[in-house]
């Protein structure tokens, strides 16, 4: 399911722009006439859009004399902006595991899950600082971008958001994953301290390190 931000955005004029251009690059004229809005309002939006990677400008090709056209067109990144039933699929996934699986089984799914998620262990030989800046950003690969705390020994890794708001409520387990992918980065025992109690959970987790 689309969070509240994705449902504004595909149900306004930026949503409604995007699904043209979906069905085909377009110029300003174009986009104008089938938006019935100003050619000033399709160009903010496109300029927003432009802006975050979601649409970019190429020229047409030249016919006659005068300036080249321009039209716009869909990037890949606007594949992140169509909604898709990927949430309401893992929620069945692994509901139906947990139910069929028994416990333990469906532990060792999630710790298989985490090791993958995980990858190779890292050098032997690289230090903390190299081992939390290849964590996070193996982190921000899969939507979860923390900063990250030290006070002594104690180390704590916060996110604004939670890259699987969505699903943690009913599967807090997820947020666990996410700790052991942690740990085997960095080789120490990582707590989940995940705020799953607001409208939009929040990433945490923390560790002792020497």
């Known amino acids: 399911m689309a969070n ?3 449902r504004r955005l595909l149900s306004g004029t930026r949503g409604r722009l995007l699904a043209e ?3 085909s690059p377009a110029t300003v004229n174009a986009l104008t006439e089938g938006l019935a809005i100003s050619a000033n309002a399709v160009r903010s939006h496109l300029a927003a859009l432009e802006r975050d990677g979601i649409v970019v400008l190429e020229p047409l090709q030249k016919q006659g004399v005068g300036k080249p056209a321009y039209q716009y067109r869909l990037t890949g990144e606007a594949r992140s902006l ?3 039933a990927y949430d309401t699929m893992l929620d069945v996934v692994l509901t139906a595991a947990r139910e069929n699986a028994g416990a333990d089984v469906y532990t060792a799914i999630l710790e298989n899950a985490a090791d993958r998620l995980a990858g190779p262990a890292p050098r032997a030989q690289a230090d903390l600082e190299t081992r939390l800046a290849d964590t996070k ?3 921000a690969s899969i939507g979860a971008d923390v900063e990250i705390e030290r006070k002594g020994n104690k180390l ?3 996110g604004a958001d939670c890259p699987l708001a969505s699903m943690v409520g009913a599967h807090p387990e997820l947020c666990g994953v996410l700790a052991a992918v942690i740990a085997r980065r960095l080789g120490v025992a990582v707590n989940d301290c995940c705020d799953r109690t607001q409208e939009l959970p929040r990433c945490c987790f923390e560790a002792i390190v020497a």
Do not use: C, I
């Open 4 to 6: 509240h931000w994705m």
């Open 21 to 23: 251009l979906r069905r």
């Open 82 to 84: 169509t909604p898709k």
């Open 137 to 139: 950003a193996l982190l």
């Open 156 to 158: 704590r890794m916060r």
